[in-house]
C-alpha cells in the first residue's frame, strides 16, 4: 500500500499493544493520517502471519488480498465525494466518479444510512477466511445522525470478532454514543523534521513555509504543493488580499479560499497583540494597529464557511470575500 507515512510507526506499534477494544476511535488534526493509520492497524488484525504486537507482515496471503484491495473480510467506509480519492491515496483500487450532470445531485459529504445499512449485512455474515472482519469509517463525523444511530448496536455488540476503527478530524462533534463505545487512540502532530523530510521526498521544494502553512500538518501540505501552490505564493497573500487584488483567490475553490483568509485573519490578530504570524512569516505581514476590525472580520468568515460548499456565484463570492478581507486590513491598519 501507499499509506507509508514514516511518523505513523510508533503510533501504530503501540496500537497494536494497548488496543483492548473491538473499536478504536483514531483522531486528531486533519491531514496527519488518521485515515492511513486505521488501514494499517485494520491490515495488522487481519495479517495471517504476524508475530504478537507487531505490524501487517506484507507477504501473507491475507496482506496480498488487502493490498490488492480485494480482502472479503474489510470493509472502508467513506463518503462519496472522498471515496475515489482516498482510495487512490492508499493505494487501493477505486473507480473514477463520473462527470456531474445538469441536474444531478453532487457526490454527498456525508455518510448515509443506506451505507450503514449495507455495512451491517457485511457485518453480520461469516468471516471468509475464518478470522476477524474490519470496519474502518473515515471521516467519522461524515456519518448523519441517521447512519450513526443505525450503527450503534453493531458497534455497542459485534457479532464474532468484528471490530471496528474510526477515523476522525473532528471527534468532538461524533454523538457522545459513538465516542463512548469507542477506545480513543489520539493522533498528535508529527515533529517538524520528520515531516520535512517526507514532504521532500514527495518531491515539494521548500516544504518548511507550507508546513507552517498548514499548521504542521504534512498532508496538507502536500496536497496544496500538488495543487501548484509554492510558498513564494503563499507568503504574497497577505500583501495582494490587502490591496484587493481578487485574481489572487481567483483560482481556488470557495472552501480553500475561507480557510486561507481565516488563516490570515489568525495571524493578523496575533500581529495586531504583538505576536508572531503561526501560518505567514512574520515579515510577510501588515502590521495592524486595532483589532476589532479583524475580529468582526473573523465572525464574517465563520458565518460565510458554513456555505463555502455551495456559493450560487462562485466568483462573485470571491470577489466579494477578498473586497471584506480589504476592507477589515485597512481599517485595522489606522491609528485608534
Request: net charge neutral.
Amino acid at each position: 500500500m501507499n499509506a507509508d507515512l514514516p511518523w505513523l510507526q510508533q503510533p501504530l506499534a503501540d496500537a497494536l499493544v494497548r488496543a483492548r477494544s473491538h473499536a478504536l476511535l483514531v483522531q486528531g488534526p486533519a491531514g496527519v493520517g488518521q485515515l492511513e493509520l486505521a488501514v494499517k492497524l485494520a491490515q495488522s488484525w487481519l495479517c495471517e502471519d504476524r508475530a504478537e504486537g507487531q505490524p501487517a507482515c506484507g507477504h501473507c496471503a491475507s496482506c496480498k488480498l488487502f493490498a490488492s484491495g480485494t480482502h472479503p473480510d474489510f470493509q472502508l467506509l467513506l463518503p462519496e465525494a472522498l471515496d475515489a480519492a482516498a482510495r487512490e491515496s492508499l493505494g487501493l483500487p477505486f473507480e473514477e466518479p463520473d462527470a456531474p450532470k445538469a441536474g444531478k445531485a453532487k457526490p454527498s459529504r456525508e455518510i448515509k444510512v443506506e451505507a450503514v445499512r449495507n455495512l451491517l449485512a457485511f457485518a453480520q455474515a461469516t468471516s471468509a477466511r475464518g478470522r476477524a472482519k474490519v470496519v474502518v469509517i473515515f471521516p467519522a463525523e461524515a456519518l448523519n445522525g441517521v447512519a450513526a444511530n443505525a450503527l450503534l448496536k453493531t458497534l455497542e455488540e459485534p457479532s464474532g470478532l468484528l471490530r471496528f476503527v474510526l477515523a476522525s478530524h473532528d471527534g468532538a462533534s461524533l454523538l457522545p454514543t459513538i465516542r463512548s463505545r469507542c477506545q480513543p487512540l489520539p493522533l498528535a502532530l508529527p515533529e517538524r523534521e520528520a515531516a520535512l523530510q517526507w514532504l521532500a521526498t514527495q518531491g515539494v521544494k521548500e516544504p518548511e513555509g507550507l508546513l507552517d502553512a498548514t499548521g504542521g500538518r504534512p498532508q496538507q501540505a502536500l496536497s496544496w504543493a500538488e495543487a501548484g501552490l509554492t510558498d513564494a505564493a503563499w507568503q504574497a497573500l497577505p500583501k495582494r488580499v490587502a490591496r484587493g487584488e481578487v485574481q489572487a483567490l481567483a483560482d481556488w475553490a470557495p472552501p480553500r479560499a475561507i480557510d486561507a483568509l481565516q488563516r490570515l485573519c489568525h495571524d493578523l490578530v496575533r500581529r495586531a497583540h504583538g505576536q508572531p504570524g503561526q501560518f505567514f512569516a512574520t515579515a510577510s505581514l501588515p502590521s495592524p494597529k486595532r483589532p476589532a476590525p479583524l475580529l468582526a472580520w473573523d465572525a464574517e468568515l465563520r458565518r460565510a464557511a458554513r456555505h463555502a460548499d455551495h456559493p450560487l456565484n462562485a466568483s462573485l463570492w470571491i470577489e466579494s470575500l477578498v473586497a471584506q478581507a480589504q476592507a477589515a486590513v485597512t481599517a485595522s491598519l489606522r491609528a485608534a
